[in-house]
């Protein structure tokens, strides 16, 4: 099972109420986060434990809601490990990064 922090489930809630927006509101939503230091890095985190758990609960029966399919899951979690390997690797920008994987959301 995964511990989810308070700050994780604070930057989960705060991307909660932008995940099934519009796309502009998704865009503002990552203009206006703070994305220097190491915040990025606690976003990426926060999404991938928040849906590594939502997968676990489609396969188990157990799930939250219905807003997502196993494929979509898989998808976006790929997508977040993709963006964390290369923001590790590369100077990336973290806005757009962010941007980009709202829009799967």
Do not use: C, W
């Not at 489930?9 to 705060?14: F, G, L, V, Y």
């Not at 203009?31 to 434990?49: H, P, V, Y």
């Amino acid at each position: 099972k995964y511990e989810i922090s308070k700050d994780e489930e604070a930057i989960i809630n705060s991307l909660e109420k932008v995940m099934h927006t519009s796309l502009a509101e998704k865009f503002q939503y990552a203009k206006n986060a703070n994305l220097e230091s190491d915040n990025f890095n606690k976003i990426l985190g926060a999404l991938r434990k928040y849906f590594r758990q939502e997968l676990i609960f489609k396969i188990t029966g157990k799930e939250k809601n219905g807003k997502y399919s196993v494929l979509q899951i898989k998808k976006i979690i790929d997508l977040i490990e993709e963006i964390s390997y290369k923001s590790y690797l590369t100077n990336i920008n973290n806005k757009l990064a962010l941007e980009v994987l709202l829009m799967e959301l």
